[in-house]
């Protein structure tokens, strides 16, 4: 626990430092940068657990070099359009175009097929995870006041995650998901009851940013029923592929996927209800 405690603060810490160098810079190329690094380093983690790159498990190096083009791709065009807004709408159509089309070239022509099968298919899912959703991080970031939305919205689904964390440990008794045993109950609301909270006081205290507060409540429960729902995807890789952390990279969080993975659903769905609802503060 004490790891934990000290590898989050220093995380915090670090990210808040890029975070005041881009206000000061009046630019987002630092947490930009951090973003596409984990969202690459988060595909590299999955095709590793999956064994995509291991011939011996079915996989190629043809299907990793697939998988890692086609991710760079999208989060370069996440990066790209939050900033400039300039691509076309078939861009990134065309990247998971290919990533399909060239998962299935480098299985299908192969005598060992059948083998490759489920390396194909985590092969388009890392892409979609972490090139496609994971890019919406950056989109979020350069919207209009996209510094506050995208401070307000981490903090949101990480204490959404913290908020299940401690109560499910001090509190939890009625264990209720089967892929991942130790999520409780009780965990489980508390974190939705903070997410209504912490978004109910965003819309309060930044009215002109952010949905008003009381519309804000039902978007905090969407997006805590979202972030939990990605954070058990990570718990059916890990069950799926017999592994308790993803890598040693991160003492206590069980590597890059832990970390990221509350904002794979939830940062899409955020930056979709913050663009096109009527409510959405801009």
Known sequence: MRTRITVGITLIAAIA?????DY????????SALVVLLGFAGWCELAKLAGIASRERGGSALLFLVGSAAT???LGLGWWEGARGLAPPWAAALGLFGVCLGAA???VFRRDYTKGFEPLLMTILGTLLYGYFFSYLLRIYH???????????ILG??????????VGRTWGR???IAVSPKKTLEGCAAAVIFCAVWFCLAGWIWPESFF??????????ILSFTTQVGDLTESLLKRRFGVKDSSSLLPEFGGILDLTDSVLFSGYLYWLLETTAPLGGR
């Open 212 to 221: 008003p507060w009381p519309v804000a409540a039902p978007l905090g429960i």
């Open 17 to 21: 430092g890029l975070f005041v160098l």
């Open 105 to 107: 070239v480098a299985v």
């Open 174 to 176: 009625v264990r209720c």
């Open 157 to 166: 689904v990480k204490g959404n995650d913290i908020s299940a964390y401690f």
């Open 72 to 74: 760079a791709w999208l």
């Open 24 to 31: 000061c810079l009046d630019e987002r190329w630092f947490i």
């Open 143 to 153: 919207l209009e006041g996209g510094m506050l939305k995208g401070v307000v919205f």
